[in-house]
């Protein structure tokens, strides 16, 4: 059995260059840098990779994990500048004995040293969204937006299985900031035997529940995908609005070692990419009623190509 289950729509080309690798053999950890790399390339995805957003200073700081789900080893970036595909980087850490998360300039020097490729994030659209958000910033009740993290879960037919996540985290973050998705546990989660989860939304919140360990945990004790996904995402919401009124984006996704999976979000829409063995590549459209009850529904090829063209469309 083979799988793969990816955050939002903007995976879903990644996760198709991916499945391939998987129908043919290849190795979960090989499909997951694929698809991850898709995203963190492609320009005009504006939370993850190259044209992401910056933070306060127009920067772009680039946070991202890998985990393997068999040897449970794992690696991190965090705030890492001018590197394309933390994703990569991510996934050498995790073959070190230690010094498995590296921040800043740590990270950057490890990169270097290694060979991994330099780059300015920095788009000149992105340096437009900067602009623009700036001067809205008087206006706004907020100033933070745009945490669209790519994460996926990846099984092979060798029964071996990962987890990583990508993002360029907040919009305007202040400088150094880190969020849920290179922490072990909250940005993602892994054990081959069991199954892994992977997370995106407001990091602040998400880490306050260790939300993809405690998927994985659910499952260890029987639960389904799905029933683990909603069980972590309503507790969590309820638990943080019971004690302080409100709760940020929580949104999560999930595949065990038989490739079944489950996903579930505390927002108007949240979108998955899915595909395995027994399921054609697929785009769901998730959604959450009063009662916490996850609704899904396979999304048309009209909104799948929507999601790109508003994402690609000329500045304003």
């Known amino acids: 059995m083979w799988g793969m289950i990816a955050t939002w729509r903007m995976a879903l080309e990644g996760v198709e260059k991916a499945s391939s690798l998987l129908k043919e053999n290849g190795s979960c950890f090989d499909a997951l840098e694929t698809a991850v790399k898709a995203v963190e390339d492609f320009p005009f995805y504006k939370s993850v990779g190259y044209g992401g957003l910056p933070n306060e200073e127009m920067?772009?700081?680039?946070d991202a994990a890998f985990m393997n789900g068999t040897t449970m080893d794992f690696g991190a970036v965090a705030a890492l500048r001018d590197?394309?595909?933390?994703i990569s980087i991510a996934r050498s850490l995790s073959k070190e004995p230690v010094n498995n998360l590296l921040v800043g300039d740590g990270a950057a020097k490890y990169a270097a040293?290694?060979?991994f490729?330099?780059?300015?994030?920095?788009?000149?659209?992105?340096?437009?969204?900067?602009?623009?958000?700036?001067k809205e910033l008087s206006q706004a009740d907020r100033p933070y937006d745009g945490h669209d993290t790519v994460g996926v879960v990846s099984l092979d037919h060798n029964s071996e299985m990962c987890a990583g996540t990508s993002t360029?985290?907040?919009?305007?973050?202040?400088?150094?900031?880190v969020g849920d998705s290179p922490i072990c546990g909250s940005g993602c989660y892994v054990d081959s035997e069991i199954g892994g989860a992977s997370a995106t939304g407001l990091g602040e919140d998400l880490?306050?529940?260790?939300?993809?360990?405690?998927?994985v945990r659910r499952m260890k004790e029987g639960m389904t995908p799905q029933e683990a996904c909603e069980m972590a995402v309503n507790m969590l919401d309820e638990r943080l609005r019971k004690q302080r009124g409100s709760a940020g984006d929580l949104s999560v996704v999930a595949m065990n070692a038989k490739?079944?999976?489950g996903c579930a979000t505390n927002i108007e829409t949240f979108s998955v990419v899915v595909c395995s063995e027994v399921q054609p590549l697929s785009v769901y459209r998730v959604s959450r009623d009063h009662e916490g009850n996850m609704k899904r529904e396979l999304a048309d090829q009209e909104w799948i190509d929507d999601y790109v063209a508003q994402r690609s469309k000329p500045l304003e």
């Open 259 to 261: 490739g079944e999976w």
């Open 168 to 177: 360029s985290g907040l919009f305007m973050k202040r400088r150094g900031r």
């Open 83 to 86: 590197f394309a595909n933390p």
């Open 59 to 62: 920067e772009v700081e680039l």
């Open 207 to 215: 880490m306050k529940g260790c939300i993809s360990y405690e998927i």
């Open 113 to 115: 040293v290694n060979g």
């Open 117 to 134: 490729e330099r780059k300015n994030m920095l788009t000149e659209r992105a340096k437009h969204y900067y602009e623009k958000r700036r």
